[in-house]
């Protein structure tokens, strides 16, 4: 198929000057609040972005009534964005000079924070100025909605529905609840925002600064993980903290159509929903059944503080945020449940990493049908989900997700292993807390740069759901 290079790059120059808009916010707060101490870090940043930038539109511009992208297309449009922003987004961690760090490692933090990974190269994050903080935190924005909301809002605009991009980025392909993607786009960033803003006024009222209860709303709600603070979350040892970032982890967990389709006909769309349904059921039972059983063994003796700290243990695993709230001084059985949740992720069309809850239960329908179907075999039974036929495609495709999650798990681990002194089981664990945009902490300053390159590839890997990475390296898909 031939594909459309001109306007890829053309809708390329114009990210990388968005990107550059995007520094402004860290500079001005900088200028305004900390005496201009980043300008030297984020002016030449900008400069560069808007020269590429430009260069790049002027060089590719075109009568975009004359042409059009391709739902082929938008493979290659969707990857390139990712991997661009993550350049670009590095070059304020390079040019900050407090903390040295080479240029993989600045883009390794860039691609965590766009990637929603939540991993850090900086060992004391509390050293860092406020700009470079916040800058973090716009990351995180980005990587949740930025890209796709500018994605679809620039591809009608370019005579093209959108649509595709936006099931890439959230790989939800059953549900559309409007018909322009625009609309989508907009209500995405609106809704986005308010969510944001509610949560951050909630911490503010819960005993954080202004500063810090921003960057945590958009930490939790982007399942990414950052923290202004080295020790993360269980810096603040407040309870109420605790559960208000645990529900807005959930959120940020639970596909953002149905948060749209809530604020348009009200909370009983969540109940409506199989998936959505399922995830609340999963993290009831997981925070239900052990504190039940730690109250009757421990006769009682449960402080509220080990409650929301456990609760914010669940949602922050099974929304792939990466926050924690203790030592790690919990028994194995907890730790099994833990890691189980955070490798099933959350919902489809959410920030949230894993393998989504979408998937695991349409393997049990199909699971489920085969077995009816072994056992009747003559009975004409089909699979359905969300009311509808679970076709021979859909079955196809997350199959075809599993064996390359598997594939690219195996060779990841390997090439880790092989480019760094860590042995299986820290290879393991460091490439799981990539691929699955976990976050867990794996001492990544220690890992050398052939390994950390393996973990930027297996991050952006994972947040584009694996496949659009491998169609565009197919011969087919660059065959006229």
Known sequence: MKVNLRAILFIVGIII?????????????????????????????????????????????????????????????VVTLWIIVSIFGA?????????????????????????????????????????????????????????????????????????????????????????????????????????????AVLLKLSGMTAFDSLCHSISAISTGGFSTKTSGIVFFKNPQIFLIVSLAMFVGGISFIEIIKCFKFGFGVFFKNQQTLCYLKIVLISIILPLVFVFVTEK??????????????????????????????????LKVLLFTLAIIG????????????????????????????????????????????????????VISFFSVLAMVFIVSVVLVSLGSELDEIKSCKAVVSCLF???????????PPIAKIILIIDMIIGRLEIIPIFIIFTHGYWKK
């Open 346 to 397: 959350g919902c489809s069309g959410s920030t949230s990493g894993g393998i989504k809850i979408f998937r695991i239960q349409v393997l049990f329908r199909v699971l489920k049908h085969h077995i009816a179907q072994t056992i009747s075999p003559y009975e004409i039974k089909s699979s359905t989900y969300q009311g509808q036929k679970i076709s021979d495609s859909l079955v196809t495709s």
């Open 17 to 77: 000057c968005g990107i550059a808009g995007a520094m402004l916010g860290p500079l001005f707060f900088d200028i305004l609040r900390c005496g201009g101490r980043c300008s030297r870090v984020f002016i030449p940043s900008g400069l560069i972005c808007i020269f590429v930038g430009v260069s790049t539109i002027i060089t590719y511009r075109f009568d975009t009534k004359s042409f059009s992208i391709s739902r082929s297309d938008t493979f290659l449009l």
């Open 300 to 333: 009682g003796r449960v402080s509220m503080s080990h409650v929301s700290g456990y609760v914010l243990r669940v949602v922050s695993s099974i929304s792939t945020t990466g926050f924690d709230s203790d030592d790690g001084s919990i028994g194995m059985a």
């Open 91 to 199: 070059l304020p961690f390079y040019f900050y000079h407090g903390t040295e760090l080479t240029f993989i490692q600045s883009l390794f933090e860039s691609v965590s924070g766009i990637t929603t990974t939540g991993v850090t190269v900086y060992p004391d994050v509390e050293s860092l100025p406020r700009a470079i903080h916040l800058w973090r935190f716009i990351l995180h924005f980005i990587g949740g909605v930025g890209i796709v909301a500018i994605g679809i809002v620039i591809l009608p605009a370019m005579r093209v529905g959108g649509m595709q991009l936006f099931s890439l980025e959230n790989s939800d392909k059953t549900q559309k609840i409007l018909p322009r993607a625009s609309q989508i786009a907009g209500l995405f960033v609106v809704v986005y925002c308010l969510i944001v803003l509610f949560f």
């Open 437 to 447: 945009n976990l976050g867990y902490d794996i001492n990544i300053v220690q890992i």
